[in-house]
């Protein structure tokens, strides 16, 4: 910390260093329309703040939308909310790999239910241990809920787009799965239809010092 009370924030290139979501901290999941913004947004946040853990950008893979992720201390030490979700790390999965791609899948459900939240995360889970075999290309899956109570965020990662879109082409794929249950977790009671899929590729990071 700064004199001033301010971390500094050290920036990574590297992919193999982007920062890895943490259950102790709250996540600022947020939406840009450009990659120019988001590197604007980036900047902004990489001169540093109290409490402000990490922060990393993201462009569009096929839209021209970006995207970035910053991770804070505690939800009264964020700045500059503006709307923005935030949420907390609930459950994930990790494997081996450096990640090309971030894949946001985003989901709504009608009305703020924090166990509802919860128990579609459990149910995608189970789905997962459904599977014979796990897509290839796949690294991670880290999946929070907002604080609202309302959406459920899975921040996954992926060797390459390439690689998901081939994983949700390949024959009796439901989504990323084969499985019946699956289709559970797609007609999962209180969904709305205010969800998304997107990919983006990393382009750069920045971690408290």
């Known amino acids: 910390m700064t004199e001033q009370g301010i ?34 947004a980036f900047e902004a946040r990489a001169k540093g703040a109290e409490g402000l853990v990490s922060v990393t950008a993201y462009e569009g893979i ?39 791609a971030l894949v ?6 009608e009305g703020p239910d924090e166990q509802r939240q919860r128990d579609w995360i459990d149910l995608v889970f189970e789905a997962l241990d ?8 796949g690294i991670s899956g880290y999946f929070h809920v907002s604080s609202d109570g309302e959406r459920v965020l899975n921040y996954a990662e992926w060797t390459s787009a390439e ?24 007609t999962y009671p209180g969904l709305t239809a205010g969800g998304s899929v997107k990919r983006y590729r990393p382009v750069t990071s920045a971690v408290a010092a």
């Not at 890895?20 to 590197?39: C, K």
């Not at 459904?130 to 290309?137: C, F, K, L, R, V």
């Not at 998901?164 to 559970?184: F, N, R, S, V």
Request: charged share 25%.
């Open 104 to 109: 946001v899948v985003s989901v709504e459900f």
């Open 7 to 40: 971390a500094k924030m050290t920036i990574h290139k590297g992919l193999d260093a982007l920062p890895t979501p943490r259950a102790d901290l709250v996540a600022v999941a947020r939406e840009h329309p450009s990659a120019d913004a988001a590197r604007t």
């Open 62 to 100: 096929g839209h021209d939308g970006a995207f970035t992720y910053e991770q804070w201390t505690s939800e009264d030490a964020i700045q500059d909310l503006d709307g923005a979700p935030v949420y907390r790390l609930y459950r994930g999965n990790t494997g081996e790999g450096v990640p090309g």
């Open 130 to 137: 459904s599977e014979p075999a796990q897509p290839d290309g």
């Open 163 to 186: 690689a998901h879109i081939a994983a949700l082409a390949a024959p009796g794929a439901d989504g990323i799965g084969t499985t019946d249950a699956w289709k559970k977790v797609q």
